[in-house]
C-alpha cells in the first residue's frame, strides 16, 4: 500500500468511529446501528452505553496513539488505538472503580454498521471459516449472529453447527468486506497469545457489523484491572487478491514468526500418515507386525492415539468402544504405558520396526486433562482448573476428565519434562498436540496474579518450549497440531485442517459448487502463514462426530475420490486406521503418485483454473468437476476428478502457459496413477493449440487422474 494512511472520524461525544478512509478516497460508512463496544459481566445484560470521559492523542512519528476513556458505574474502560499506515488496532482494559466483585465473562469489539459500494456486488468473506465464499454485501446483510442460515454457512453442520471458528487458534478470525468498485477492502482481524475470541456479523438490512468476541474472563474485584487481545482493522486499496496479500504481509508485525523459521523438517512435506491405536491390533507387539504392511502402501508417519493408563473401563487393549472400552484421552499416568498394550521394551521394538521401515512415529501429546480417578486429582489438585463454586470440572466437551490449568506453571514444566525424557528414551520422531483450542476459564479465586481466562491460550508457552527442546534432541523432529489456527505456526511443523476437510464433505453433499469450493481453498490459502503445512483427511478417530458421513463411505469411490482430490490440492494426506482394508492398492498407488510428484507437495496450487463445458462445447454452469493444476512447465502435474454419477465426457481447455504447452507440438496425455496414456475412444495425442482450445474427454465417475502431458518427437 506503499505510503497511504487510515483516516479515522470519530463522534467527539461519544467515542465511537463513524468513518474509514485511506487518504483521499471514499469514507467507509459506520451507521451507528450497533455499539462498536461491549462488556459482557455474568448475569446481567451486556454494558455498552458508555460515557466518554476523556480522549487523549499523540503522534510518535508515524504512528498515531489514541486513548479513549469511558465508563459505566463503577467500571472504567480504556480503549487504546493505534494506527500505522493503513491498519489500526483496538484493545481495551477494564478497571473496577467499584467496591463490588464483578464476574468478567466476554468483551465485543464491533466495526458497526459497515456500508460501501453497491451492495449486489460489495461481497464478503471469511477465509478459512464455515462461511460460502463471497456472499454479497446484500445477501450477507440479512444475516443474525448467533442464527447464520445454511446458505449463509452450509459448511457448519459438518462443524459442530459453527459458522464460524474461534481465532487466532482455530482460524485467522479474517472478516473482509471487498467493493471491486471502489478497488478497496476492508478487513479486520483479531490476535492474542493469551485468549481467543470467536469472529461473527450482525446484518441490519443494508449494512453489517463485523466483531469479535473476546473469551475475556475474570473476577474484577474492587480496584484490579484486565486487558484484552487486539483487534485489527486494515483498509486497502486494491484489487482483491492484493488485499489477501497484505494482510498476510502484516502476520510478522503482530509476532507471528515461527520459532525455526518457514521450513518444517525435509520429511513433513512428504508426510504420508497413518493414525492408529495399538489397541486396534491387540498390543504394540500385533501393531509391529503389521509396520511392514502400513510401510508397503506408501505411508511415512505412524501417529499413535494414547498408549498410556487410561480410564480403561473392559481390562482389554482398546477396541475403538468409546463407551465400552473407554476414551484413552482419560489419562491416569503419563508415567505408565497401558498394561494391556504390552512393556516398555514391546513399545521400544515397535519404534525400532517402524523406524527400520523408514516410518516416522509421532505420539499424542494430551495436556487437555486427565482422567477423574487419576493420581494427579489427589497429588496435584493446584494443576486443575475450578469452576464459579470452586469444583473440578471438564472442558472441550469431555465428560470423563477434569480439565488442567494449561497457564500453571509447574505443570507446563512437568509436561514439557515428560515429554522430552520419552522422546529421548524411545527415539520418538515428535508429537501430535491434541485438542489446543482455546479453553474454559479457571475460576479459581486463588489464583495468584493471573485472571481466569490466562489458561484460555495458556498452553501455547508450553507448546514453544517444547518445539524448541524437541529441535534440540534432533532438528528433525517435528510437531504436528491438531488445530488450523495460525498461532500455532510458531510452534508446530504442520496442523490438521478441519475447516479444509469440512469443505470438501460439504461440495460432496451438493451444498458448495466446485467453484465455490476452489474459491475457498484459495482465500484459504492465500491467508495462512508462508510456508504453513496443512494436513487432510476423510477419517480420523474423530470423524465419528465431527464429518458424520465419513465412516458411511469407508471404501466408496466417493471417499477415496474426496481423499484424492485433498492430495491433489497439495494437503499432506492421512488415513486412520482400517479404512484401507480391502482397498490397499488404491492407497499404494496414491501415495507413491504423492511420493514421486514433487509439485504435489511444494508447487503453486491452481484449482478450478481449467475451464469445463459439456461435449457440445457449452460451458457448464456448475459442473461437479474438481480440477487442479500444481506446479509449472514441463514438471506441471494436472489433478481431475468428476463427481458426476456417471461417466460423462467434459471439454477442457488447457492453460498452456502454466502446464508448458507449446501450439505446435503434439502431446500425449499421461495418468500418472494409473500410469496409462489416454485413449479418447481411440485417439491418444493432440497439438498444444487443441488442448489449450478445448479437448473433450470422458471421466469415470469418482476416478481420480493425475494428468502429465508429454511431447511427442
Not at 205 to 218: S, Y
Not at 276 to 300: D, Q, V
Not at 530 to 552: I, K, Q
Not at 611 to 628: K, Y
Amino acid at each position: 500500500m506503499g505510503d497511504t494512511t487510515l483516516r479515522v472520524s470519530w463522534n467527539r461525544t461519544t467515542g465511537s468511529m463513524v468513518g474509514l478512509a485511506l487518504d483521499d478516497g471514499k469514507s467507509w460508512v459506520l451507521r451507528p446501528v450497533a455499539y462498536p463496544l461491549e462488556v459482557h459481566l455474568k448475569g446481567q445484560s451486556a454494558i455498552h452505553s458508555f460515557e466518554l470521559v476523556g480522549i487523549d492523542e499523540e503522534a510518535r512519528g508515524s504512528t498515531i496513539r489514541k486513548l479513549l476513556t469511558r465508563e459505566a458505574g463503577p467500571l472504567r474502560m480504556q480503549e487504546e488505538v493505534l494506527i500505522v499506515g493503513g491498519v489500526m488496532s483496538r484493545r481495551v482494559k477494564i478497571e473496577n472503580r467499584g467496591e463490588e466483585t464483578f464476574q468478567l465473562v466476554g468483551v465485543r469489539l464491533a466495526v458497526p454498521g459497515l456500508a460501501h459500494g453497491d451492495p449486489n456486488i460489495t461481497f464478503l468473506s471469511a477465509p478459512g471459516n464455515n462461511v460460502r465464499p463471497r456472499l454479497s454485501l446484500a445477501r450477507a446483510a440479512r444475516e443474525r449472529a448467533g442464527q447464520y442460515s445454511q446458505e449463509f454457512a452450509p459448511t457448519a453442520r459438518f462443524r459442530f453447527g459453527l459458522a464460524m471458528e474461534d481465532a487466532p487458534d482455530s482460524s485467522s478470525g479474517l472478516l473482509a468486506l471487498h467493493d471491486p468498485g471502489a478497488r478497496e477492502t476492508l478487513l479486520t482481524w483479531y490476535w492474542s497469545e493469551t485468549e481467543a475470541a470467536t469472529p461473527g456479523v450482525e446484518g441490519h438490512g443494508d449494512a453489517i457489523t463485523l466483531f469479535h468476541d473476546v473469551h475475556l474472563a475474570a473476577w474484577l474485584s474492587p480496584g484490579s484491572s484486565v486487558e484484552g487481545g487486539t483487534q485489527y482493522v486494515m483498509l486497502h486499496r486494491g484489487n482483491w487478491n492484493e488485499a489477501l496479500q497484505a494482510y498476510r504481509d502484516h502476520l510478522p508485525a503482530q509476532g507471528l514468526i515461527p520459532i525455526y523459521g518457514p521450513e518444517p523438517p525435509e520429511w513433513v512435506r512428504g508426510a504420508a500418515v497413518y493414525e492408529t491405536h495399538p489397541g486396534l491390533f491387540g498390543g504394540f507387539r500385533g501393531l509391529t507386525a503389521e509396520i511392514p504392511r502400513i510401510a508397503a502402501m506408501g505411508f511415512n508417519v505412524l501417529y499413535l492415539m494414547p498408549i498410556w493408563e487410561y480410564d480403561n473401563r473392559s481390562g482389554r487393549p482398546w477396541d475403538g468402544n468409546w463407551t465400552g472400552s473407554g476414551s484413552p484421552y482419560a489419562i491416569r499416568d503419563y508415567e505408565r504405558f497401558d498394561p494391556t498394550l504390552g512393556d516398555e521394551d514391546d513399545f521400544h521394538q515397535m519404534v525400532e520396526e517402524a523406524h527400520a521401515h523408514g516410518v516416522k512415529v509421532l505420539l499424542d501429546f494430551v495436556a487437555q486433562g486427565c482422567a477423574r480417578d487419576s493420581r494427579y486429582v489427589k497429588e496435584h489438585p493446584e494443576w486443575l482448573e475450578r469452576d464459579e463454586n470452586g469444583e473440578f470440572f471438564s472442558s472441550h466437551g469431555w465428560n470423563d476428565t477434569f480439565s488442567f490449568d494449561w497457564a500453571n506453571p509447574i505443570f507446563q514444566e512437568y509436561m514439557l519434562d515428560w515429554a522430552l525424557r520419552l522422546a529421548a528414551k524411545h527415539g520418538v520422531d515428535g508429537y501430535r498436540v491434541d485438542a489446543p483450542h482455546g479453553k474454559e476459564p479457571n475460576w479459581d479465586r486463588n489464583l495468584f496474579r493471573r485472571h481466569a481466562s490466562a489458561t484460555n491460550l495458556g498452553v501455547l508457552r508450553l507448546l514453544e518450549w517444547l518445539q524448541i527442546e524437541l529441535k534440540r534432541l534432533g532438528r528433525d523432529k517435528a510437531m504436528l497440531c491438531e488445530v488450523a489456527g495460525p498461532v500455532f505456526v510458531k510452534s508446530h511443523d504442520f496442523s490438521y485442517d478441519y475447516p479444509a476437510c469440512a469443505q470438501f464433505f460439504t461440495f460432496l453433499a451438493g451444498l458448495l459448487s466446485a467453484q465455490e469450493l476452489c474459491t475457498w481453498l484459495r482465500e484459504h490459502a492465500a491467508t495462512l502463514p508462508a510456508g504453513a503445512v496443512r494436513l487432510c483427511f476423510t477419517e480420523t478417530h474423530d470423524t465419528r462426530s465431527m464429518t458424520p458421513p465419513s465412516y458411511a463411505l469407508r471404501g466408496s469411490d466417493a471417499e477415496k475420490a474426496l481423499l484424492a482430490a485433498m492430495t491433489m490440492a497439495g494437503f499432506v494426506p492421512m488415513v486412520w486406521s482400517g479404512q484401507e482394508r480391502g482397498e490397499e492398492g488404491f492407497y499404494r498407488d496414491l501415495l507413491r503418485v504423492w511420493q514421486e510428484e514433487p509439485s504435489l507437495r511444494s508447487g503453486l496450487a491452481a484449482c478450478g483454473s481449467v475451464m469445463v463445458a459439456d461435449a457440445s462445447n457449452r460451458p457448464v454452469d456448475e459442473p461437479p468437476v474438481l480440477t487442479f493444476v500444481r506446479g509449472g512447465g514441463r514438471d506441471a502435474l494436472m489433478g481431475v476428478i468428476s463427481f458426476f454419477p456417471e461417466k460423462r465426457t467434459f471439454e477442457f481447455r488447457f492453460p498452456a502457459e502454466r502446464l508448458g504447452l507449446e501450439p505446435g507440438r503434439t502431446y500425449r496425455v499421461e495418468d500418472v496413477m494409473q500410469r496409462v496414456f489416454w485413449d479418447e475412444y481411440g485417439r491418444d495425442s493432440w497439438s498444444g493449440s487443441e488442448l489449450s482450445d478445448g479437448v473433450a474427454l470422458t471421466l469415470e465417475p469418482f476416478r481420480p487422474y493425475f494428468l502429465r502431458f508429454e511431447a511427442v518427437g
